[in-house]
């Protein structure tokens, strides 16, 4: 059996980077990250997810559709979208399937945004999750082009981890689980 230190620790070092720098990942670097969630549990192998890229004046769309939905507040969204030189919107994309319920390939979609970004993190970049009451708007579903069937996730923001004086910041120690609230037996 292989160790399974490196995975641990991948997902002991994973911290949100709210504040990132303008580099981000290119498009060849970002479709290897992408290509290793074939190894994402997924029940039948349906692949109901997909990721759309949002780069550039791409992201203005995501923000006056934001804006869009909460009725103005364009300049408002529009910093909250660029608030990061890659956005990707991770999208849940149901499949017929009379033994896949659509609850299991959501979470299909969930697992290929945090394996995501954990090996955005391991690659040394940084990410932040977003979510929000503007997430499943008429205006944002439009905006990213969704099919009648598809939703939207949320939107993994991706950009350089912020140095200090040459060094990564560090990160805050994470409080401990408390293993009894978390885990049982009967």
Do not use: C
Not at 73 to 78: A, D, G, I, L, S
Not at 100 to 129: C, I, K, N, Y
Not at 161 to 171: F, N, S, W
């Amino acid at each position: 059996m292989s160790d399974p230190a490196p995975a641990r620790a991948a997902f002991a070092a994973r911290r949100s980077h709210s504040k990132v720098t303008d580099d981000a990942p290119d498009a060849a670097e970002l479709a290897e990250l992408v290509a290793a969630m074939n190894s994402v549990a997924d029940h039948s192998g349906l692949r109901p997810w997909r990721l759309i890229e949002l780069r550039g004046d791409a992201r203005l769309l995501l923000g006056d559709a934001m804006g869009d939905a909460a009725g103005g507040k364009h300049e408002k969204y529009r910093a909250k979208a660029t608030r990061a030189p890659l956005v990707l919107a991770v999208v849940v994309a149901p499949r017929p399937s009379k033994k896949v319920p659509v609850w299991e390939q959501e979470v299909v979609a969930s697992g290929v945004a945090h394996g995501l970004g954990l090996l955005l993190h391991e690659a040394g970049w940084g990410t932040f999750w977003r979510t929000g009451e503007l997430t499943r708007t008429p205006e944002v579903h439009a905006a990213h082009g969704l099919s009648a069937e598809e939703y939207l996730l949320g939107w993994l923001y991706i950009g350089g981890i912020p140095h200090r004086g040459g060094t990564a910041k560090a990160p805050k120690p994470r409080k401990a689980l408390e293993l009894s609230r978390h885990l049982s037996a009967l």
